[in-house]
């Protein structure tokens, strides 16, 4: 995060301090709770002193600096994204969300490549089971888009996401016919120079081979080693 000398009174008095950036990062790297995060808060404040009364970082507090992180991230990602000529969108449906990547022509970059959005699917309906789930599909990653490059508190910018529709030139998924047919939805209706709809080859691999690393006996095995 960019940080002038100017900037210094926004870290005055009880508001979180850069190591408190830093450690909220790593948290969110290393999938660990918001209540463990509290708890090791309060360890270090402890273990330094540097109050009279130590005090952790708040719950609430480690939602906000998230937040913050994820706009700095994000906006990252637009400007590197503006730069760009192609884009891939991969999409992998879990059991309740659909996750959406992307990887540009500026991968090697940084915000070349991640995730677009983390999409909560809904609960099914008996109107949901006469739509065609390949067009909720493709609705739900053009907002995804949409999401990825609107700012915080802010409107959507129409000629950016019109740049983002049209840098997407690849499309890749599981085997399920419905993503697949996702694909060419999003050809004909948000992405007119998407031209490449496949098959993800390695999505299988992946999934099964998850399941065999999880087993007690590899586990076992690979303490072992």
Known sequence: ??????????????????????????????????????????????????????????????????????????????????????????VDDKKDHRVVLFHSNLSNERGGSGLVQVLKLGEQSLANYEEDPSVRMAESIERGLAALETPLHMDTDPDVLTHLREIVRHYTSDGCPAAKKCGRILAQRFCPNLTLVNRDPAHCIRTFGLKCLNEVCFCLWLVDV
């Open 1 to 90: 995060m960019p940080f002038t000398p100017q900037q210094g009174d926004a870290f005055g008095g009880a508001v979180p301090q850069l190591e408190d950036y830093l450690r909220i990062w790593r948290m969110v790297k290393s999938n660990n709770s918001f209540q463990g995060m509290e708890c090791n808060s309060f360890t270090e404040a402890f273990i330094s002193q540097q109050r009279a009364d130590p005090k952790e970082v708040s719950r609430r507090a480690a939602a906000q600096i998230v937040k913050v992180l994820r706009e700095q991230v994000g906006r990252r990602k637009v400007e590197c994204l503006l730069r760009a000529s192609t884009m891939t969108l991969i």
